[in-house]
């Protein structure tokens, strides 16, 4: 392996262990905290499991073998169900700080000294000796002393620690967090209102406001919020805050090095706000880095006061925000003074999972649901109503015509009894004599007026109801966009996020980035937020990599020395529009369109335009980066960009200027819950179309719609401009109608960055809609985005307009790929694996052997990729996050589409239950870690046919040491 890979990998594997060890760190702490009832959890499972693999990835045997005992323990307690005991606990906690401790002392090579070495052997020799009780119904001794196997207190040849390194070791152990998960919720929601106002105050210090006024004031910030974290136990965090504010105290650096000192309260601020917001042992690492920073900067600019160590002996302080650290688990409490009093305007509020407002927000919207079906019944009862008033009307006139008829009759018969003298001087009637017919019609008028007076009070019942309903509907639109606006978050809480990766990212890189936000203020649901974020952190990953080019490039294209990247955020209508643009070298599209070609992603002779080129950029596995690492590739994670867009019912566009820049424009609905809809039809079903993607609708004669052939797209102009026309009927397979009056329906909406023409049969009208997610049985249909249920229970899909768009666009390009796929020599390798350090390994080997790779995470992540590329064979750990290996074995055994791809399991669970448990749910094969690499081009040759093998034979891979 490359010296530069090497690097590349070791810096991989030290982040990946920095994870691993805080999971550890905090199921101890969780488990002295709930001790004797906790319970093993599946993410120390699962990181002792991955351990396994890791640490043998990179050659590191001692501690692989202490990652194998201790899995090995942990996994017979789970099978067993055992109960953790105090000896276990040692044991566990242990093995985190030794592999803490090692882990700050390796170099670029993974190297361990000897001393090191001999107490992972030691540490190992324990956790067997302990399964071997357990396993034998024996008991251990009840108490392993904590100083035994502790890694920070053995003997060592290096020199005595600094004052500096002091901190570092304190706090390389996990912070004695209080228990109170209340106390622990109520400091994360002031540490984020404490941590606004101080990136308010920073702004107006670079910006040049007075100086000592928004020192003074930033100072106030960083002493309330080390106040707060003392509170609750984060010791870490707390010295950070009390080191920047002694760095602030000192007068004379803040104004000869302001810039510099501007520039690291910045990254305290965003540090610490991304702490917060993250589990505790997610930023031990960058916190202590950080720590040691402002300190030494400290010392070395002027005489200041001596750095706060994380266990204070004296740092007597006034004022409401002193607030001692708390013990650690097992400890007592000394002196800890009683909670402030929480003062009126925090008893005013109320604190309120998300989960529980993401389900009132759902029931508001079955309300709106229930409204539209009362709403419709009413309109029946009215329309019933009306029909009951025309049946009066014709019973009243039949009626009146059947009086006449028997009053005539009546006088027809008197004239007759007259004429034969019969008949007397009084007239009947005056005799109050009528015949049965005559006492038949007063009866049914008798009738007919109480029907009348029915009618008009069920009429009248009926307007109270709709006015009734009416008045609902106000109350409960206030409730539901009250609700919403709850759950409405501001896009600067994830600001300081982005900041702390573009600058982390550019230090790794060796590269000067400064990040821009404009409109931080625009608010955001939640959940659209929360679900975007990995998109913004992958585009400026991928910005930093690829995008800005290193100081010499920018000085000799003019550019400044730093590059820059620029979000910007506004809000359009229902949507909110987000801009990540760069000013750096721009995207290569004649690189792209070869790599396109040589996929087999265009056809030799077809031509494409820049925003077709553009488009396919987001293909699964298509890159140009000369070499994949860890930080970014424009490949597999634009796709996932978009794939995630377009669950939001969102677009993703892409803007570039070779030498310029690139921007990718991110156009979301502002909330997911509620929406407007035009619903449509096409072929006899409904369909609903988002009103918020709508430009304008039109209806034009049959003729102004030229139809389109195998090359090109039906057309028809709109504003003087020839816009594409889909026709939805046939690019869903419904069977369509011919408009016997020769017109067409075209709903002009947007797509992307271009306008087109959505042909359909007939339109009825625009509702209010409840935007439901799809089941897992319509997830995988291109072009439905969600559904919506009517008044009359019915269910609408909800167009997914861009993306229907788009696979209609790529279809021809996509079965040429699939062609040049099956006459082409290289093999794509699928690796499904969640360490992040396994799949840097094996995807270098096989690179290096000629096989083209995509990288999965987990189950889930590979499910999603395989929408869009299906691999020549797969390479599938078994126990990883969210699915494991034998589930996906399964889903793509039970798909019709993906049952013949082969499947190699390689695990680091050797044992045979695993194995035939893998190969009766239809593995290929099975592997265990570690691996040898000419065995496993072996299986994939085998696996896959003659043209898998390499063309100069397998390449034995570099140790890391």
Do not use: C
């Not at 005013?348 to 508001?364: H, K």
């Not at 004669?701 to 401009?721: F, K, W």
């Amino acid at each position: 392996m490359a010296p530069g890979d090497r690097e590349q990998v070791a810096e991989v594997f030290r982040k990946e262990l920095d994870g691993h060890i805080a999971t550890i760190a905090e199921s101890v702490h969780e488990a002295r905290r709930l001790f004797p009832d906790w319970e093993i959890s599946d993410a120390l499972r699962r990181t002792s499991h991955t351990l396994r693999g890791v640490l043998r990835s990179v050659g590191l045997s001692e501690p692989a073998r202490m990652a194998d005992a201790l899995d090995e323990l942990l996994d017979f307690k789970s099978r067993e169900h055992q109960a953790l005991e105090e000896v276990d606990l040692v044991l566990i906690d242990q093995s985190g700080r030794l592999m803490r401790y090692a882990a700050g002392r390796l170099g670029p090579a993974l190297e361990l000294s000897r001393d090191v070495a001999l107490q992972f052997e030691e540490l190992a020799g324990a956790l067997t000796q302990r399964l071997k009780f357990i396993s034998a119904g024996d008991t251990a001794p009840a108490r392993i002393e904590d100083g035994a196997f502790a890694p920070l207190e053995f003997e060592s040849d290096e020199p005595a620690a600094s004052a500096d390194d002091r901190i570092e070791a304190s706090s390389a152990t996990a912070d004695p967090l209080t228990d109170d998960d209340e106390l622990m919720q109520a400091f994360r929601e002031e540490a984020q209102e404490i941590l606004g106002r101080l990136g308010d105050r920073i702004g107006r210090w670079r910006r040049g406001e007075p100086t000592v006024t928004t020192l003074s004031a930033m100072r106030r910030e960083l002493h309330t919020f080390k106040g707060g974290a003392r509170a609750v136990g984060w010791r870490s965090l707390g010295a950070l805050a009390h080191n920047a504010e002694t760095l602030l105290e000192n007068e004379a650096l803040t104004a000869s090095a302001k810039n510099e000192v501007s520039e690291l309260i910045q990254e305290v601020h965003d540090v610490a706000a991304v702490a917060v917001s993250s589990p505790p042992g997610d930023m031990i690492g960058d916190i202590e880095r950080l720590n040691r920073r402002v300190v030494a900067f400290s010392e070395g600019s002027g005489p200041v006061e001596a750095p706060e160590t994380l266990v204070e002996a004296e740092d007597v302080e006034t004022g409401p925000s002193q607030s001692p650290a708390l013990p650690f688990p097992g400890e007592q409490p000394a002196n800890v003074p009683p909670p402030a009093p929480v003062a009126d305007s925090d008893a005013r509020a109320v604190r309120v999972r998300t989960e529980m407002l993401d389900e009132l927000v759902n029931y508001s919207g079955e309300v709106s649901i229930l409204r539209a079906r009362l709403q419709q019944q009413i309109q029946m009862v009215k329309s019933n109503i009306g029909e009951l008033g025309e049946t009066v009307r014709v019973f009243r006139d039949q009626l009146r015509d059947l009086e006449i008829e028997s009053e005539a009759q009546m006088l027809a018969t008197n004239e007759r009894i007259r004429e034969e003298g019969g008949m007397s001087e009084f007239d009947p009637l005056e005799l109050d004599r009528f015949s049965r017919l005559q006492t038949l019609n007063r009866q049914l008028g008798e009738s007919l007026g109480g029907l009348v007076s029915i009618q008009a009070g069920i009429s009248e019942f009926a307007s109270d109801a709709e006015n009734t309903l009416q008045q609902q509907r106000h109350l409960s639109e206030s409730l539901q966009e009250g609700l919403l606006r709850t759950r409405m978050i501001s896009f600067v809480s994830i600001v300081p996020r982005l900041r702390h990766l573009t600058r982390q990212t550019a230090t790794e890189l060796g590269r000067s980035v400064n990040l821009e936000v404009v409109g931080e203020k625009v608010e955001v649901d939640r959940k659209v937020l929360d679900q975007m974020s990995a998109s913004f952190e992958h585009i400026i990953r991928n910005a930093v990599s690829h995008g800005i080019e290193d100081v010499d490039s920018r000085r000799a294209a003019g550019k400044p020395a730093a590059g820059r990247i620029r979000i910007e955020l506004e809000q359009d209508g229902n949507d909110i529009v987000i801009r990540i643009g760069d000013d750096g070298r721009g995207i290569d599209l004649a690189a792209i369109e070869a790599r396109a070609r040589e996929l087999g992603l265009l056809k030799p002779a077809q031509e494409m335009t820049e925003e077709d080129l553009v488009r396919i950029l987001a293909a699964p596995g298509l890159s140009t980066a000369g070499r994949v690492t860890e930080v970014s590739g424009r490949g597999v994670g634009m796709d996932v960009v978009g794939e995630m867009a377009r669950q939001l019912s969102g677009t993703v566009s892409v803007e570039t200027k070779p030498g310029e820049g690139t921007t990718f424009s991110l156009r979301v609905p502002v909330t997911l819950a509620v929406s407007h809809a035009l619903l449509v039809y096409a072929g006899e079903q409904m369909f609903a179309v988002p009103a918020r993607l709508i430009v304008n609708v039109l209806r034009i004669p049959r003729e102004d719609v030229e139809p389109g052939d195998a090359d090109s797209d039906a057309y028809t102009y709109y504003s003087d401009r020839r816009i594409p026309v889909l026709d939805l009927a046939r690019r869903l397979g419904l069977p369509s109608r011919d408009d016997p009056r020769n017109v067409s329906n075209v709903i002009v909406v947007r797509a992307g960055l271009r306008e087109i023409g959505l042909q359909v049969e007939s339109i009825s009208d625009t509702r209010e809609i409840v935007v439901k997610p799809l089941g897992t049985l319509l997830q995988s249909i291109p072009g439905i985005g969600a559904v919506t249920l009517l008044g009359d229970g019915s269910i609408v899909l909800i167009l997914d307009v861009p993306n229907l768009w788009q696979n209609r666009h790529l279809d021809v390009a996509s079965d040429t790929y699939a062609v040049a796929r099956t006459g082409g020599d290289n093999v794509t390798v699928m690796v499904v694996d969640d360490s992040m350090t396994v799949r840097s390994v094996m995807g270098r080997d096989l690179q290096n052997n000629g096989f083209e790779v995509i990288l999965a995470k987990d189950g889930v992540d590979a499910v999603e990729q395989l929408r869009h590329t299906v691999p020549d064979i797969l390479l599938v750990d078994l126990e990883m996050p969210r699915m494991d290996g034998f589930e996906l074995t399964r889903r793509l055994r039970d798909d019709e589409n993906l049952s013949r791809v082969p499947i190699l399991i390689i695990t680091s669970r050797a044992g045979v239950r695993h194995r035939e448990q893998a190969m009766n749910l239809g593995a290929n094969g099975y592997m265990s870690k570690p691996y040898r690499l000419d065995e496993l081009v072996k299986n994939i040759v085998d696996l896959t046919g003659p043209a898998a093998e390499p063309t100069s034979g397998a390449k034995t891979p570099e140790t890391l040491h």
